[in-house]
């Protein structure tokens, strides 16, 4: 089994990507399976069933929305973002949806989304069921979805075998562990980026794998500045966004940098606080490796590249296919996603992932580059993913300022050294994985304890 770097880095929107992009992914995949089979001119109603964690906190996080844009034929990359409240408004005025942007058949949203509370299907906590059916109300098609973590899906048979994506793609430098990795880049004398491009590959030219990286970071850095420009109160929680006035609280005082050596790590909290209000308010994002964790490697490359050196295409390159190999690790061998093991998995994953790329671009050697994406891990074993009122807003806007400096500190940590350490970056994905197995269901993305509990806030749910 192979993963792109492509596959943990998507443009996609907010405010989730396992709760709003993977299921949207999911209702398009359904699409496709019903198309192909029986054609839409058979169905004359659908029905959605969500259960587990996107039943528990799927109102604040947009999944009934989101599957809704994916039975229309809309992909998280490419919807109109602002388009999104006149789709849905006209779905639930008329009691209808178009199947693919094609046949128009009977939708009642009070009816044919169905929240199944606690109830999970057998695979993960992010299950949901399709089921489209003729004029006699017959069912002619149901499909079981798992969304698990980072926008990925899985059908019931992929997931019942383990599997995240099916690609057997022969890679010229394979690895599946950081032992591997650094023993490839020890015998063929090659950085990790240096790894992770020839493996790119075997997918696409070093010419689309660069234009297509360097896209990525166009959008993050779009996504930086827009939330950097937009004021007022985030959807939900009421919760203001702080962005724009410390953006300009930060420019009105230059001069402060002077006396405060530590103003760029302001600056990095910044650089995250946008992206990821942004994210809440369903804005376009970039996942890396999910929408909750999606601040942390833009604001750290950020860092690098106004802070640190002037940065080239190429280092830009470098830092995101650096970062890809340690997100690669952690997808492989243990979860990025938040209902699954935590936070840890996904703030954890993205501050391991970004110190890596750091550490990477200056200067670091490949057990440096290693030694920083574990000291990043370790240090967030453990982290649980307590949304309040089921959205993202609180903790999980702040968490990831707190991940990008943490991340930067991992790096100049790690690059004082000479790579050797006592915990190795396997032994430290090994353990977040077994973490997240012990881990009570309620830290874990249901919105029923931590500060969920501590701060109880009610979101109108549907009954089940």
Sequence with gaps: MAVSVFDLYTIGIGPSSSHTVGPMRAARRFLSELEQEHGFDSAYAVKVELFGSLSLTGVGHGTDNAVLLGLEGHTPSTVDVDSIPARLDRIRKDGNLWLGGK??????MAEDIVFMGATELPYHPNGMRFSAMDSDGEIILRRAFYSVGGGFVVDEAQAGQNQLIVDETPQPYAFSSA???LEQCKKHDMNISDIMLENEKAWRSEEEIRSQLLTIWDAMQACVDR???????LPGLNVRRRA????????DRPEAALADPLTAMDWVSLYALAVNEENAAGGRVVTAPTNGAAGIIPAVLHYFARFRAQASDDTIVRFLLTAGAVGILFKENASISGAEVGCQGEVGAACSMAAAGLAEVTGGTPEQVEEAAEIAMEHNLGLTCDPVGGLVQVPCIERNAMGAIKAINATRLALRGDGKHFVSLDKVIETMRETGRDMASKYKETAMGGLAESLRVSVKMPEC
């Design 244 to 251: 724009r006035k410390m953006r300009q609280s930060l420019s």
């Design 179 to 181: 032992d591997q990795l």
């Design 103 to 108: 046949r128009m058949v009977r939708f009642d």
């Design 227 to 233: 939330g950097c420009k937009n004021d007022g109160v």
